[in-house]
């Protein structure tokens, strides 16, 4: 069975501060790998997938197989960055359907 | 305005009650969820149906029943409510399931439920 671990309950970091937000993931096969957020009283959105090698609103995440981990970085955060973040793993292959969450981090921008 | 919408928003309700949350998309997909998050905003799935049928029933007591009466619908239906229940209950959306990474497998949320049981 597949499981995700974001390390930190709560991350404080100041404005202008980098910021990385750990997941780490446990899983025999090949996973698909998600950050979503939660910004204040609003819906979780998808943020980013690690298929796509994106940057979103700066943040940026890289796949290590090697430390099966998915961390999440920022070279500047900003104060709406701050939200809870989850970490989210599918696993591949047939009969592969849901998606298995951390427990969130949450992140604070301190002005 | 293209969406997952959620009904209703907040819901309080005495313990013994029967109490349901509707769920509609129109983003025409075909898979959709419903995840339970408590207080320390842990999220876990409970529910999935694709084209109506369930493929994902998480351990959930069988109080918790889902219903689908279309594809664009996945309804929550809660029998004798504990205090227990005390979430918020979001569903969600995917154009599909397994379906190889990229857009396909997005999750799209809806806004959430807040259920108190008191």
């Known amino acids: 069975a597949q499981r995700v671990t974001q390390p930190e309950k709560l991350l404080s970091v100041f404005k202008g501060a980098p910021v990385e937000l750990k997941c780490n993931y446990s899983y025999s096969g090949s996973p698909e790998l998600f950050w979503y957020v939660q910004y204040s009283r609003q819906r979780l959105q998808l943020l980013l997938r690690h298929i796509s090698r994106e940057s979103i609103k700066g943040f940026t995440a890289d796949l290590n197989k090697g430390e099966t981990s998915f961390h999440l970085k920022k070279p500047f955060a900003q104060e709406e960055d701050s939200a809870m973040y989850y970490c989210a793993l599918r696993a591949s292959g047939a009969g592969s359907y849901q998606l298995t969450f951390g427990k969130g981090t949450k992140l604070s921008v301190i002005p | 305005d293209t969406a997952v919408s959620q009904t209703p928003k907040y819901l309080v309700t005495q313990m013994g009650n029967d109490k349901s949350i509707k769920c509609e998309q129109n983003?025409?997909?075909?898979?959709m969820y419903w995840y339970k998050q408590d207080s320390k905003k842990f999220l876990k799935i409970m529910f999935s149906y694709n084209n109506k049928e369930l493929i994902i029933n998480e351990t959930v007591p069988n109080r918790f029943s889902p219903k689908s009466p279309d594809k664009a619908h996945l309804n929550l239906h809660i029998n004798s409510l504990e205090l227990g229940d005390s979430a918020v209950y979001f569903c969600?959306?995917?154009?599909?399931?397994?379906?190889?990474?990229?857009?396909?497998?997005?999750?799209?949320f809806g806004p959430g439920t807040r259920l108190t049981v008191l």
């Open positions: 969600a959306s995917s154009p599909m399931v397994g379906g190889g990474g990229g857009d396909m497998d997005t999750q799209y």
């Open positions: 983003l025409g997909h075909d898979t």
